[in-house]
């Protein structure tokens, strides 16, 4: 019984999958694309690294990062408080 | 309890550890040209040092690796990078103002597809060796401070 109501819930969710799936705009289209075509014509001359990636994680998206480091730094908090006979 | 690993391994441990410390602090300083940057140089050197504490045990490497040492590297990188985020406060958080000034990594680059020149980015390359050691020695402690806690859980269990 359980087994049936799990196959048919799985069946369910393969069949939305593949309808999704179809339904699916063409890879390398997205629907707006404002903020990507300001990064690749200006990055270079805004900052002057030629890693565009690495200008939006660290100078048009440094709170993300700050906010990544920080996560970091709770979690070395974390394991320290969890082994503090250990550190002693 | 013997808890080092056997020769060979140890033997090609003492060649390669170097190697993968120097390519982890060249994927950080090359963050703002190539792929990569200060998370992925300072997990690569973080490695390295997860190597020699499996290799050596963690009585082996006391000494060579030392948590204190970490601790304060990982604060120093951590305050250096929210240091470098407020130089810009004077137009907004996070503004590179070193970028084309002509100073230090102030060389502007050449736009469009060129090989690179070390001396660009402002603030970024700064940035990326700010987190880069803030990552590798925040990793350092982890490894550490787990292989200290396994060993004493591990003599709590046999006694």
Do not use: C, W
Request: glycine share 12%; net charge negative; no cysteine.
């Amino acid at each position: 019984m359980k087994k049936s109501i799990f196959g048919v819930a799985l069946l369910f969710f393969v069949a939305f999958m593949i309808l999704a799936a179809f339904g699916m705009r063409p890879f390398g289209e997205p629907t707006v694309s404002e903020m990507d075509d300001y990064y690749i014509q200006n990055a270079q001359a805004e900052t002057g690294a030629n890693n565009v990636v690495t200008t939006i994680v660290f100078d048009y998206r440094g709170f993300d990062t700050l906010g990544e480091a920080t996560v970091l730094f709770t979690a070395v908090i974390g394991i320290t408080a969890l082994f503090r006979e250990a550190v002693k | 309890m013997k808890e080092e690993m056997s020769r060979i391994v140890r033997t090609i441990t003492t060649l390669i550890y170097g190697f993968i410390i120097v390519f982890g602090f060249y994927v950080i300083v090359h963050g703002h040209l190539t792929p990569g940057g200060g998370f992925q140089g300072g997990a690569i050197v973080a490695s390295a040092f997860a190597l020699l504490v499996v290799t050596y045990g963690n009585q082996g490497i006391k000494g060579f690796l030392q948590k204190d040492i970490f601790s304060l590297i990982e604060s120093t990188g951590l305050v250096l990078f929210i240091v470098f985020a407020f130089f810009g406060l004077g137009v907004t958080f996070f503004y590179n103002i070193m970028a084309n000034s002509g100073g230090l990594f102030g060389n502007s680059a050449i736009i469009g597809v060129n090989p690179g020149d070390l001396n660009t980015g402002g603030t970024i390359p700064i940035m990326n060796i700010a987190v880069g050691l803030e990552v590798f020695a925040a990793l350092g402690v982890i490894i550490l401070t787990m292989s200290a806690g396994s060993e004493i859980s591990r003599k709590k269990e046999n006694s």
